[in-house]
């Protein structure tokens, strides 16, 4: 057991304490503001305060960890042998970063509760964050700082030994539109017909047509091509149904359509099914409880995983409000249209609200690729060229790759073949 000193053991210590070495590096940790037990510990053992002990393994502590609410931070960044950090500590630290307040930065989402313009969904912008400002988006700078950590206790402690967790890597379907033309009923189906005739879409019209006298398979109804991929490779995906009432943002097939309840039972029959919430359910917390009720009555299971439509998570409000609705983890944190770890981690983690200044019972698990952040691509080779070293770092730092695919792209012929992109993926990253 690792023993941590500190002169004063508040709520933001601990939860980041507890993510560094029990939840990345698999060591156990506990604290102590007493320095009789201290001196007496005979295990490793580190002091996080102002001024060192004795000539103890030593963090020098910022302020941010002691603080409550949210003030005005000045960020800069600096290099720690080629990994950008910052919280920079004097020459008497034995770490030249103050790791614990920078990984609480990243992993409370600090910056997203600081004034910033949203996007027109309501979104924090990929280019307001640190990451992308500073050029890290695309490294789990939280799980690097762990490992560092580790080997300079290493250097002092050498019987201290990490026990992670194996590399997992998650593949995740969202599906907001089961079907492009079926399953739509018939005023949806006639006011396509009206759309396409207006903008005279004439291939869009005839394969309408075909899909509706049964000659042709609906574009996005590949589900039973995705579950042969993931029992072929022995991927264990997650499949993510929307199941709201039409709206402006949510257009998929009614919940009272039989067949499309047909379609999901026989998809949890092979798969994990959780909940992609409705655009409105992720600010009302009735109709979310509505859309998770009528889903689990479907399915005959409890659903305890959601992601958020658009991945529109608003720091803290969403994530309370998803607490309030007895859902355990969260598969929303990261970026539509940008490839990287929003949170810094690729490990999940117990999300943390600043308002209430405590660790709430919510897992959240951050994805580090959406492929709508694929459309810029022209060639596979491309991804592979991008997405290849963050696999790399995430297996070699025993984290999590979870990306999320949608039925729509991958039922969709334009400059890349989407679905053989996704064989790939799963074939090439799946050990």
């Not at 001024?51 to 931070?73: A, V």
């Not at 047509?209 to 995906?237: C, I, S, W």
């Not at 998770?292 to 958020?308: Q, S």
């Amino acid at each position: 057991m690792l023993l941590i000193y500190t002169h004063k053991i508040t709520n933001r210590l601990t939860y980041v304490g507890k993510h560094l070495f029990t939840g990345i590096l698999g060591i156990e940790v506990s604290f102590t503001s007493k320095v009789e037990d201290f001196i007496k510990h005979t295990g490793p053992k580190l002091t996080y305060t102002k001024k060192p002990l004795q000539n103890e393994f030593f963090i020098r502590s910022n302020d941010l960890l002691f603080e409550k609410g949210i003030n005005d931070i000045q960020i800069s960044i600096s290099n720690w042998d080629n990994v950008p950090c910052f919280f920079a500590c004097d020459e008497t630290s034995s770490v030249p970063y103050d790791v614990f307040s920078a990984s609480f930065f990243m992993l409370s989402r600090y910056e997203e509760y600081l004034p910033h313009v949203k996007d027109r969904l309501g979104r924090f912008p990929a280019k307001e964050s640190i990451g992308f400002k500073s050029g890290f988006l695309h490294l789990p700078v939280v799980d690097l700082w762990a490992y560092k950590l580790l080997e300079l206790l290493k250097v002092r402690f050498p019987e201290i030994k990490a026990s992670p967790k194996p590399y997992r890597f998650t593949p995740m379907v969202n599906v907001t539109v089961s079907h492009k033309y079926a399953r739509r009923g018939f005023s949806r189906a006639l006011g396509g017909y009206l759309l396409d005739l207006s903008r005279l879409r004439l291939k869009s019209l005839v394969k309408r047509t075909a899909v509706q006298l049964g000659m042709q398979k609906d574009p996005y109804d590949n589900f039973e091509h995705l579950l042969a991929l993931h029992e072929k490779y022995r991927a264990k995906p997650l499949f993510f149904f929307q199941f709201a009432a039409y709206g402006e943002h949510d257009k998929n097939i009614s919940p009272n359509n039989l067949k499309f309840g047909y379609l999901i039972k026989a998809v949890a029959d092979r798969a994990v099914v959780s909940l992609s919430t409705s655009f409105a359910s992720s600010t009302n917390l009735e109709v979310l409880k509505k859309e998770k009720k009528r889903l689990g009555e479907l399915i005959h299971r409890p659903i305890h995983f959601a992601r958020l439509r658009y991945n529109r998570v608003n720091v803290p409000t969403t994530y309370r409000t998803l607490i309030e609705a007895e859902f355990t983890s969260d598969f929303s944190m990261g970026y539509t249209h940008q490839i990287g770890f929003r949170a810094g981690t690729c490990t999940p983690f117990p999300f943390y609200d600043i308002g209430v200044e405590a660790k709430q019972p919510l897992r959240v698990h951050p994805f580090v690729m959406h492929d709508y952040a694929l459309q810029k691509f022209k060639k596979s080779d491309k991804v592979f060229e991008k997405l290849d070293p963050i696999f790399d770092s995430v297996r070699r730092l025993h984290g999590e790759l979870n990306l999320v695919f949608s039925n729509e792209l991958l039922g969709t012929q334009k400059r890349l073949d989407y679905l053989k992109l996704y064989e790939s993926l799963l074939k090439r990253y799946y050990v």
